[in-house]
């Protein structure tokens, strides 16, 4: 009986084929009616949770931005006249004379992004209209230009044209590896060259020979009014518009004569020699000796936050950061970068261009790290800079400039192609995010990136009108947005914590549902979390 069951299904295929062959009709047969679960929602527990203020997040408007630079100033070298503050002579005691000097205006080429790039990295290099791919220093002047030195000469470069300074146009051939402007004056700190004084479409250089007192000059920094330099075997000079140069040398100012790099936080002066670090506020000087409490290192750049903590690059450590009573050792990230060339701070974040490693982002959440992987051009950066509208510049040894906007900075080529988890937010705007990571915000006005380094693998999206709060689940967390500060919710059933949340929705009134990938179902009510792990179950049909 079962052969010939199986005879008469062939035989019912066959003629089943034989009417599509034909191009008859098919006739639409009514399934039977699928089952329905009808659950008990009284069958359910409570949650413990906790909460944890992230802080404040970053936002970042593409509205602003017009093809990746400020707009230039209306005159790209005449200083004159510009600021009020002008310093008629930089150092009367000089000798130096002020030269003319000619300059290659160039049509510059756009920005481009790498190929098979992962992160929105944009690069300038020789194939696309530089003058070298060895970048020394890039620096945002007051006017909103910006200065870029390389191999062999010095460029500037705005939205339209491309301005190289260099031995072929009469301008000095000198490693040129800081800038700083002092009164209407473009400071040029070289190392070998002296210092270059850029006014009025003229320069001069201020050197052994004119009575500076030194050639090797390693970073400059301004205060209050005054100009701080710091050289390689001469100490600090002080240079005021009233008194000239003051050489620094007493002994209980200056523990060596390498200062190596100079930074300005809350007007105050602060300086590393090597040996440790110290505050200059005026005439008054706190000196901290680090060989006499930590392991013997030689400290070569510092940066100072605006709460007071101090990082420190060092030759064996890699990197410090000192706290008010904390030291935190960051060098386990010396496994991948040979040196730190370069660094910076920037919205909390220490930005550091390393030889090797590319660039590197450390901040109180974790690290971050942009390599060649991401869309940079080379791992083996040696400057970073970060202008005026929040975007990093880095310079590489051999592959010329990177450009990386807040958080990956802006969308790809301005589409929206990439945009995940729409939703509709208030005033009119669409929320979503980019590739499941940041916030975009897109009204008629503005699209509007807002970032964290938690905001990432983004599942869903939730915006609760009574308490304007954006609610977001993500694979490691939950997270809610509430006038610009960032919350983190930690959900716990006994002492595991529910993290891998897969989407989130809101019902009628206003409560929040999370599917979870190993918990199932989760609701968020009058402030509180409810788990539904078995729920009771009929079926109908």
């Not at 709460?307 to 008010?324: A, H, M, N, T, Y």
């Amino acid at each position: 009986m079962y052969q010939y069951r199986n005879i008469f299904g062939v035989i019912i295929y066959v003629f089943f084929c034989a009417q599509i062959t034909y191009g008859q009709q098919l006739k639409l047969i009514p399934l039977k009616r699928s089952l329905e679960h009808v659950y008990d929602m009284n069958v359910q527990s409570q949650l413990s949770h906790s909460v944890v203020e992230i802080g404040k997040v970053l936002s970042s408007s593409y509205s602003a931005i017009h093809d990746d630079l400020p707009a230039p100033n209306r005159s790209v070298f005449s200083r004159k006249a510009e600021y009020p503050e002008q310093i008629d002579e930089l150092i009367r005691s000089s000798n130096a004379q002020f030269r003319d000097f000619k300059y290659q205006k160039i049509k510059r080429s756009h920005f481009r992004f790498k190929d098979q790039a992962t992160e929105y990295i944009k690069y300038l290099n020789i194939s696309s209209g530089l003058p070298s791919d060895v970048i020394y220093k890039i620096y945002e002047s007051r006017d909103g230009n910006i200065w870029i030195s390389y191999a062999g000469g010095l460029a500037l470069l705005t939205p339209t044209y491309m301005y190289v300074m260099d031995p072929k146009t009469g301008f000095p051939d000198f490693r040129i590896i800081c800038f700083e402007e002092f009164g209407s004056s473009l400071l040029l700190g070289t190392f070998g060259g002296g210092l270059i004084e850029m006014r009025d479409y003229k320069y001069r250089i201020h050197n052994e020979k004119s009575g500076f007192g030194t050639n090797l000059i390693l970073d400059m920094a301004v205060v209050d009014s005054v100009l701080y330099v710091a050289t390689y075997g001469e100490g600090l000079y002080k240079i005021t518009g009233e008194t000239g140069v003051q050489k620094l040398v007493s002994e209980s100012l200056l523990k060596s004569k390498v200062i190596s790099d100079v930074c300005v936080q809350n007007n105050a002066l602060y300086y590393t020699d090597g040996n440790g670090y110290a505050k200059l506020v005026e005439d008054t000087l706190v000196y901290f000796d680090l060989q006499a409490y930590f392991t013997p290192d030689e400290y070569t750049g510092i940066q100072v936050s605006e709460k007071g903590e101090v990082w420190l690059s060092c030759r064996d450590k890699f990197l410090i950061k000192l706290g008010q009573d904390s030291l935190t050792d960051y060098s386990h990230l010396k496994a991948n970068a040979d040196e730190i060339r370069d660094f910076v701070l920037g919205h909390g974040t220490l930005w550091i261009a390393t030889k090797g490693a590319g660039l590197i982002g450390v901040n109180d959440y974790g690290v971050l790290n942009f390599d060649t992987h991401q869309g940079l051009t080379s791992d083996k950066t040696r400057s970073v800079f970060i202008d005026s509208y929040d975007n990093i510049w880095i310079g590489t040894d051999n592959a010329g400039i990177n450009l990386v906007s807040p958080s990956n900075f802006v969308m790809k080529d301005a589409t929206i192609s990439d945009l995940q988890n729409l939703i509709a937010g208030p005033n009119q705007e669409i929320i979503g995010t980019e590739n499941g990571r940041d916030l975009i915000f897109i009204s008629d006005q503005e699209s509007r990136r807002i970032q964290h380094p938690e905001l990432f693998d983004i599942t869903g999206l939730v915006y609760v009108e009574k308490d304007q709060a954006l609610w977001i689940t993500t694979h490691h967390g939950l997270y809610k947005l509430v006038d610009n500060v960032l919350l983190r919710y930690f959900i716990y059933a006994g002492d595991q914590v529910i993290l891998n949340h897969l989407n989130i929705a809101m019902d009628s009134a206003q409560n929040i549902w999370i599917g979870d990938y190993n918990f199932g179902v989760i609701k968020y009510a009058n402030s509180e979390f409810y788990h539904f792990p078995e729920w009771s179950k009929t079926e109908t049909h």
